[in-house]
């Protein structure tokens, strides 16, 4: 049998992906040879998927996919060239048990590079594989080992400082601006959840007007136990725009602070009288484990998450985890600091993964900015910068390692994209404006948040020469999401033919506040 070729992309998504699905092995069959014919799926005691399906960590050849289901199921996952899937792969999962609180991932593999790829989710009965579910369908671009044009997305910061979804405003609106952009992948950039926010059903706004939240148990009090950190993540899933974008455009998850609690590092003790549990290495264990079941992040024996995704000969994405393995918060005029926010173990993977990449454009996302100011409490410093305009210290010193290290090895085409200070910025950094001269010139963007208060301006730190090229800041703190204009998100486009890189920061009805083209030959 012989598949009608791929259809227009904007055509099918305008249509619908709600298509029936199927159990069988790893291999290509026609619909025709199935065993079990389409059932009438709605029917007692048929597994059902409950948050919707995700894609992430793309490569040439195959990534993840995730769903969640209401009792004990198997998972299956059907591919196809078409829509209509009339020639399928199949893809037989894992258990989804109450282990994982009937979370799972299938892994793919196998798939042609750089092609669009229907993908749909069955579950089914794990003592009657004939009692199956309805599915749900959605679709993802393999990475490709050619050139080609690449587009990607990334922003953070979802549901902070009580701004939940409000249907009645459209929700998570900004995910349905980012989903028309038709996006290879979106960089999900940190506080990917709001763990120690909790949300409250209405909020009075400054015009008058109310904001009201969907509410759930979970997101009643800051998460403490595992479940309710999985809660958080079901709260997200709750909107339509995020599980309509998350069936289309595959992921890239990072975490930051909030997915455990504000400002959290290694050994910490709380001091905040919401929590019984103060020991902050006990929370994070449980958010971490949490973060891997409701992400479609590749499984790793050791659960890392800083990790490198290649897209062929243009563009390489090196994810950091900036959280991990930091040291703890101080005022940062350390002389020598090896630890840092990253820790020496994935310095070195970093230094080594760029010294080792061919691609034209190298994108480090980083869950904190690297020249904006980030306090924590009155004399401690979050991030890296510490308002110290001389030679590097603290922190910054593991950044004047790699950026010396980059210049050394001439490895060009470093952009840093980023998020947590909740508004949008572009930053220059120039060797000819720093107390630190021993780098090439490079960017940092700014975007975000998503849904959660906007902030700023932060100041800027002039160790390494930064300069706001652009900044797009609301006139008053924990504006809310009700004001659009300050939820941000950035895009980054490369030609496949030229290699220019432009990077665009967009607001939440998608409409461009700036733009810079970046050229890899200057």
Not at 233 to 240: K, P, V
Not at 295 to 305: S, V
Not at 407 to 412: A, D, E, N
Not at 511 to 519: A, E, F, H, R
Request: overall charge neutral.
């Amino acid at each position: 049998m012989v598949d009608e070729p791929l259809p227009d992309r904007r055509a099918v998504l305008r249509g619908g992906l709600a298509l029936g699905g199927g159990l069988a092995a790893t291999t290509l069959l026609p619909a025709t040879a199935r065993a079990v014919a389409a059932p009438a799926f709605v029917r007692a005691g048929r597994p059902a998927i409950t948050h919707g399906i995700q894609s992430g960590d793309l490569t040439a050849t195959g990534g993840v996919v995730w769903a969640r289901a209401d009792r004990p199921a198997r998972m299956i996952v059907e591919v196809s060239p078409t829509s209509s899937f009339r020639t399928v792969r199949r893809f037989r999962g894992p258990l989804l048990t109450p282990d994982s609180d009937f979370t799972g991932k299938t892994l793919l593999h196998g798939l042609p590079s750089g092609q669009e790829v229907f993908y749909r989710v069955v579950l089914t009965d794990p003592d009657d594989e004939s009692l199956r579910g309805e599915p749900l369908a959605g679709r993802l671009r393999t990475a490709p080992v050619t050139r080609r044009d690449i587009r990607f997305c990334w922003s953070g910061d979802l549901a902070g400082q009580g701004w939940g979804i409000d249907t009645g405003r459209g929700g998570y609106r900004i995910f349905e601006a980012m989903r028309r952009l038709e996006p290879d992948f979106f960089v999900l950039n940190g506080d990917t959840i709001y763990a120690d926010n909790p949300i409250q059903p209405s909020v009075q706004l400054p015009d008058g007007s109310v904001w009201r939240n969907i509410t759930t148990q979970e997101k009643a009090k800051v998460a403490e136990t595992l479940d309710e950190y999985r809660g958080n993540y079901r709260y997200n899933l709750l909107d339509e725009n995020l599980r309509r974008f998350a069936a289309e455009v595959p992921q890239v998850n990072q975490w930051d602070d909030h997915e455990v609690v504000n400002n959290w590092y290694p050994g910490e003790i709380l001091d905040d009288p919401r929590y019984t549990e103060k020991r902050v290495d006990v929370l994070a264990a449980r958010a971490a484990r949490a973060f891997h079941e409701y992400t479609p992040i590749a499984p790793r024996k050791d659960g890392r998450i800083y990790r490198v995704l290649r897209h062929g000969p243009l563009l390489d994405v090196f994810v950091l985890d900036m959280r991990t393995y930091r040291n703890a918060n101080s005022p940062g005029r350390q002389p020598v600091d090896r630890q840092g926010v990253l820790g020496e173990r994935q310095l070195a993977w970093l230094k080594r993964e760029l010294l080792a990449s061919r691609a034209t454009w190298k994108v480090i996302a980083a869950d904190m900015p690297l020249g904006l100011i980030v306090p924590d409490g009155p004399v401690d410093i979050e991030a890296v910068a510490q308002g110290d305009p001389g030679r590097p210290l603290g922190r910054e010193l593991q950044f004047a390692d790699l950026l010396s290290f980059a210049k050394r090895h001439r490895i060009s085409g470093i952009v840093f994209i980023t998020t947590d200070v909740h508004y949008a910025a572009a930053h220059h950094y120039h060797p000819s404006r720093a107390a630190f001269t021993d780098f090439d010139p490079f960017w940092e963007f700014v975007a975000g948040p998503l849904n959660a208060g906007a902030f700023g301006p932060n100041r800027l730190d002039a160790t390494f020469g930064p300069r706001a090229v652009f900044v797009h800041a609301p006139p008053a703190p924990n504006t809310s999401p009700a004001v659009g204009a300050y939820q941000h998100f950035g895009e980054i486009a490369i030609d496949g033919s030229t290699g220019v890189l432009t990077a665009r920061l967009r607001d939440a009805d998608g409409q461009v506040l700036y733009s810079v083209d970046l050229d890899p030959a200057r």
